[in-house]
């Protein structure tokens, strides 16, 4: 039997203040983005998903404290999940404390066509600084651009930069990496220098702009697959052109 591939999406936003309406939006508007999907299930201690009849009301109580309870679609077959959690600004860039959402979903056919409008949903409901969305086996390559080996710095694959870790990034509107769909917040767009007309022509093709200003970016036209040495390649001219990505500028 074969493991279906999954797409993970992550962004990152400033930090939840009590409940302020950011979670139920990004929940809303998956379901709005990616047709069919209803996230009204909770998930039990023992992994097994139990119905939530009143979903809004339970969400807006569970995020008081400023957390983001895990929420699925209800099929075990099919796991759609959504979640987040806050970062302290011991480990975020400029000390800032930061929420994270994280979400997932089989990377079929449905979820494919409608990725670029689930990472914009989710970016844009959580006010996000910068996101990304990746097949699953593309992202552990991408975590090892930053996971320090037992001899001190990162070993990154298949000849990918070493990036920093996320607390030695000066500024939060700095993505930490690439990944297959990226979101720019408008000052994250405006930190590494996109658009410039006269040299992301290829990626202006395939990107698209946010009702807030930021920018929904797409490094191939198939799911990003490192095996593919054209999709490599991609990923590799990303990062040439944005050095900032991942914190390799020293400021003068």
Known sequence: MTTRRRLGIVVYA????????????????????????????RVSEGGRPIALPQRDAWLAERTQDGRFP????????YPVTVSGRGRSGRLSPGGQPRFEVHAEMPLDKPVIAAAAAVLE?????AHALWGEATPDDAAVDIAYQTAPTQGGPPSPR???PALKLFEHIRSPEIPYYLGWLNYWSAGAARTIGFPDTSRDAELLSRARRTESGGWVVQLTDAPLDL????????????YERFPEIGGRVTPR
């Open 14 to 41: 400033p930090a939840l203040v009590g409940n302020d309406g950011r979670t139920l939006a990004i929940v809303h508007g998956m379901e709005k983005a990616l047709p069919g999907l209803r996230l009204e299930w």
């Open 70 to 77: 895990l929420l699925c679609n209800g099929d075990e077959s």
């Open 121 to 125: 949903a989710v970016a844009e409901s």
């Open 158 to 160: 298949r000849g990918l």
């Open 227 to 238: 095996d593919d040495r054209a999709h490599l390649d991609a990923l590799k001219r990303a």
